[in-house]
């Protein structure tokens, strides 16, 4: 096999005029790990900020991004027993982290950051970080969970455990933002979704959202929260955003709420006053994706609902610079670029 | 009000015969107290076990029983100030029991057993132990909800939490059943349906049930179970039967998994192997209804579901011992008296 | 009892030189309550903000403060039944606050803020927000713990659960952090004390602190605090500072630590990167305090472990002025008044 | 090193009578391998019912016994990051259990069962299933950690959360109770240990015993136990009997309380009735040794408090078929046996 060429993208530099297509040797599987050939890819936006050089700005090129891959199992290493050739897989991205607490130094080995990325047609996965994909999702649907599907169900209901009829506030349309939504739709929570755009928030409520408020003509998107729920406030916050916003996230908990700490669209810091926290004794979590066994426990919900990941668009790999543009732009759902 | 009359039924004497409209006058509710004019009542198996002198063998009589009962405050107390009047309640059965672990000895203020029964016009209810009715419900339906609901409620989601994606085993089709089936299949859970009747199971899987299994053609109805998990096991069971049943309910377990124990149906004594429950790392859990807290979840999330309780048949307030009857035959659901 | 007179202190306007004696009559109490005859109070921070008029500037005068007391039951309202005339007694500061998650609005039936203070010779009690004190403390060790030992309890014990072996770092030598200092040593946490005096942190080595740190001439705590554990980072901290002195006992965190947000003795606000709380999975909690049934749990294990409170002084009932300003130099350990 | 010849201890049949002396080969490490020289070992009921043909009545000889040893890492194999030579480790007997919930099917690589023994001069440990002994401890008293301690550990600390104050009812004085009853007496838990010696019982005193009873004379030993906690009965058991036991343990605990199941001392199945597990809420759970991140946490609070094993004899390697003669007669605390 490694006669045959391995085609990718890498990054050469930063910023997307540094993204190249490239031809390696495809790379050999250790005694524990499987040889993928990759069907579907998807886009995060760390993977916008490794390209930008925000993330790993000491990286070495050249560098094989992103972390969402699903494929095929075409090679195993002679002590693999948990995969065989022939099995459609998901790469678990924090590679080391089965299940509990794991690793007391995160991201050692995680994929598309301390491991090479997955935008190739052949990868290798450690047979411990790697999980069956769901089958009724196709291979575009399926490229989309390791990152934003997981860490929207570790938050609700790993770290979290959120009991059906409590109430989500669920900020924007991003990929973890529709996933929760999903997630809460399906599984009895009541999902308060934010966003700047009417129509979006209408496509929302269309995936189930329980309310739907547009933070443009209520910059006070916490107080109408707080009034949807007939002033008690809301059990969890995902937040995405961070800086000033999280003030507002902090106000609109309910007692005894939680704050998921997820992303940082807005801000890499954050601050509040210590009365609410104290007060009403909320929680403030961060959430690093999660887990194996999450991930396995997640797929099989996702079975169980048939629920059906949202994606924006699906590019070619001739489109990888396209795909990265769209997701500048702040799709609805997922962004995919499909193999073969 | 103290010149009105209050009709009831009440025991004389242990067994079906005994039972006899009565009047007495209209409590009078104390300081933190609700007056109450019941709208329906529903049936529990232990109300049966009550009435055949099982349960509480040493009562004194005369005796008004059940424990579940919705209806309308048309009074209150004067420090009252969690209800007022026109309000639709349902009365907390375990009165003294708000959230967290409880009372260290219970059952002092349970409904029905050391507080009266509310098979009356009027009942009275303290304030801390009532909960306002899901608007959604009929008053027959609602008046399903404080054993049977909450006890399927509190083994799913207070004592254990549910994950979506988990599989559930369900004895049988009796109130709490039906209402962990509804459950499941509202939250995301696999519900796994036995039942002796191949038109029962049919039911249940009308109700969302994921598998049903006549234990009558499959005796060996664990490994049926298990073969339906594809070997893994189910991880919750819902053990309502007791006895030589619990051996099943121990072998049927997945790793980590957990049998509430609910009910005596079978036997109020069980036993078993020591090493599936070791090396399974199994739970075993009694189950007392709940606490009130719960109760108020479980009715946010009926709401949020739209779950409609299932209502073998309603009675009018002249067929009660008619409505004990179709008890012991062992209804679909729950058994209802209509009062008005 | 009427015709006696009740000695108390009350707050005519803000600042202590508006804290003068008073007579009133003794309270009754109602069907519920306990007349409590007050053996000694102890002071918090807090006691000393509602005094300058920062914690509850709307307060109407004139005003009897504080919340820490114990004292000798009696008498009872007719209704009581959980203590009886002799029995010593310590209020339970958040008065409706039993166990589990607790009201939605906190603080409005709590003893000196929305409930009548303790500083007089007689106090009512609810019956069901008081414990039985310590019977191997004194009147004065016992009035210490309502707050400042049920706060460090609570955080360690209840809202998080400490393991053997764990790191806690406590934050300098008043009330919160020694009780914090003393149940590490008593249960096996590792306690690592902070402090700008190393007289202070030589008493915290006698009350068994594992390590201890003076942030004057190790400003970068945080970093000495991680070499103290060999750079794994701390489990637990107890946070009595806030503003930004919190980012550093965030960047201290181990792995899966936690913060507990307990006071505000620096500053009301807080702010962080939110990398570290992503990456390390922390989790903020905010803590109030306690409920009750934390409160009867932590006596118990007091007299386990013969814990007695740091007392730094007792003044007596005509010194209450001096005790406040004894309050404001920064004790090491609890201010006590003693009555009789 | 394979040129050299490793001394062992081999089952060639069931019985005492077939344990004989063997040499075999040096086992070479894998590349996550740790080769270890062996210091001592350490006997747990389990090894003398595996000698006996009990446990697995199935097993093919010779067969190398014992799954507790310490010993220094003399080799180790290429990849190998956790641990380097000169290091003194303990292996891990459940090897394949990390952290979290652990295998779906256990003991598929448990040391002593479906991997080698560690009766013997040099064995292998996988890198992931060893952990550094505590230094403060000797070579025997460290060998008698791996299942005694961990056990105990894991049913307190791990798969409960023991609170200080609280109190646990611990049968007998075997390996496990005794580290239950110094856990218990360091970290703030009130051990009632039973036993049928009333010499034994003075020794679990001196351990740090809060009650004594002896079973015989008091055979109504849980009464003793619920009188002994003033009616309220006890938190945990830690139940090492089985069969008719078990329906004492069940009764003794108070509400909320937790049956830790963990031996089969008496009888490999267990009865009672299902009554006071439901009224009281109780918690049944099965202990299977434990995971490793325990076995780390329990080591640093073995050495935060100074907790040095109860060793009854230590037998040297010629001695073997005595100590396990030791084992039968019911030792008080562990019988270990030294290489050097």
Redesign the interface.
């Known amino acids: 096999m490694s006669s045959k060429s391995n085609r990718s993208w890498t990054m050469n530099g930063f910023g997307v005029a540094h993204l190249a297509p490239a031809e390696t040797t495809i790379p050999k599987p250790g ?1 524990h790990d499987l040889l993928v050939r990759v069907k579907a890819v998807s886009l995060n936006y760390k993977d916008r900020m490794i390209l930008d050089g925000l993330l790993m700005p000491n990286m070495t090129f050249p560098y094989t991004p992103l972390s969402d891959a699903v494929g095929e199992v075409v090679g195993t290493g002679e002590a693999v027993t948990r995969f065989k050739v022939g099995d459609r897989v998901l790469g678990h991205v924090i590679a080391d982290w ?10 050692q080995k995680t994929l598309g950051m301390t491991l090479p990325g997955v935008l190739a047609e052949y990868v290798v996965f450690g047979e411990g970080a790697a999980v069956l994909a769901p089958p009724s999702l196709s291979d575009a649907e399926a490229s989309t969970l390791p990152i934003a599907a997981l860490t929207a169900w570790s938050a609700l ?1 790993e ?1 979290a ?1 959120a ?4 109430t989500v506030l669920i900020q924007g349309t991003g990929g973890v933002s529709l996933f929760a939504l999903q ?1 809460a739709a ?5 999902g308060i979704v934010t966003s700047s755009s009417d129509e979006k928030l209408e496509r929302a409520k269309t995936l189930g959202a ?1 309310k739907a408020i547009n933070y443009r003509t209520r910059p006070d998107w916490d107080v109408a929260a707080r009034d949807a729920t007939d002033g ?1 406030g809301v059990n969890h916050v995902l937040e995405v955003v ?1 800086g000033e916003n999280m003030r507002r996230s902090i106000e609109v908990l ?3 709420g939680r704050l998921s ?2 992303g ?1 669209l807005g ?22 994706i999660g ?1 194996r ?1 999450g991930f396995e ?9 048939g629920i059906k990941p949202v994606i924006d668009r699906v590019y070619g790999f001739a489109e990888v610079p396209r795909a990265f543009e769209h997701l500048a732009r702040g799709p609805f759902g997922k962004v995919v670029i499909a193999l073969s």
């Open positions: 005694p089965v299940e509990g607490e794991g690793p007391a130094v995160l991201h209901f770290m455990k009991v059906p009829g409590e997630f399906a599984f009895g929570l009541k329980w008690q961070g309910a007692a005894g700490l997820i940082i801000d890499t810091t954050f601050s509040s006053s210590i009365f609410p926290v104290m007060r009403n004794r909320l929680t403030i979590q961060g959430i690093s887990h066994r426990r997640m797929n099989a919900a996702i079975e169980v609902a």
